[in-house]
T-cell receptor, first 110, second 111 residues
Framework: AQRVTQPEKLLSVFKGAPVELKCNYS??????LFWYVQYSRQRLQLLLR??SRESIKGFTADLNKGETSFHLKKPFAQEEDSAMYYC????????????FGTGTKLQVIP | KAGVTQTPRYLIKTRGQQVTLSCSPI?????VSWYQQTPGQGLQFLFE???????NKGNFPGRFSGRQFSNSRSEMNVSTLELGDSALYLC??????????FGQGTRLTVV
């Protein structure tokens, strides 16, 4: 069974402070990990995927297979980063369902 | 490329009624999945279709069903609506080895 855990429902940080949104997963094989973001009144959208190893809007995420984690980080939070963030896992091998965590609401305080 | 399109955007139904939601995936995407989003439960997976076959199913009662057509468009049906079915229903399409792309959702209110 695959599971994604986001331990924080709400994370409040001041503008300019570092951000780390935690994500831990459980999966027996080699998963694909994603971060999705939902800004107020907008659709859920893909932020980044671990395969791409890219930085989007200043956010990065590193897959740590030893700790089964995929934490999302940004060195300096901006007010426009305030949103709901979901970590997601897709199993390997053909078409697999995507399992989402319960989400973390990031609130950046001006 | 047009994104995932869901219709209708808003629906109000009474308890006991049934409802059908529609989803048109991104052109070329053959996998369509459905999710229920509520403030209390977050995103919960309903089911996934690929080439008109249901490949995965979440833990929802049999009142929730779906289907996919040969053009990859999908519909989701909920019968005997309950107040607790009020939620945002999201459809997403994907290609293998990629993430899923979401529609804007259908906001269902059961009164």
């Amino acid at each position: 069974a695959q599971r994604v855990t986001q331990p924080e429902k709400l994370l409040s940080v001041f503008k300019g402070a570092p951000v780390e949104l935690k994500c831990n997963y459980s999966y027996s094989g080699s998963p694909e990990l994603f971060w999705y973001v939902q800004y107020s009144r907008q659709r859920l959208q893909l932020l980044l995927r671990h395969i791409s190893r890219e930085s989007i809007k200043g956010f990065t995420a590193d897959l740590n297979k030893g700790e089964t984690s995929f934490h999302l980080k940004k060195p300096f939070a901006q007010e426009e980063d305030s949103a709901m963030y979901y970590c997601a896992l897709k199993g390997s091998g053909g078409y697999q369902k995507v399992t989402f965590g319960t989400g973390t609401k990031l609130q950046v305080i001006p | 490329k047009a994104g995932v399109t869901q219709t209708p955007r808003y629906l109000i139904k009474t308890r006991g009624q049934q409802v059908t939601l529609s989803c048109s995936p991104i052109s070329g995407h053959r996998s369509v999945s459905w999710y229920q989003q509520t403030p209390g439960q977050g995103l919960q997976f309903l089911f996934e279709y690929f080439s008109e076959t249901q490949r995965n199913k979440g833990n929802f009662p049999g009142r929730f069903s779906g289907r996919q057509f040969s053009n990859s468009r999908s519909e989701m049906n909920v019968s005997t609506l309950e107040l607790g079915d009020s939620a945002l229903y999201l459809c997403a399409s994907s290609l293998a080895k990629e993430g899923v792309f979401f529609g804007q959702g259908t906001r269902l209110t059961v009164v």
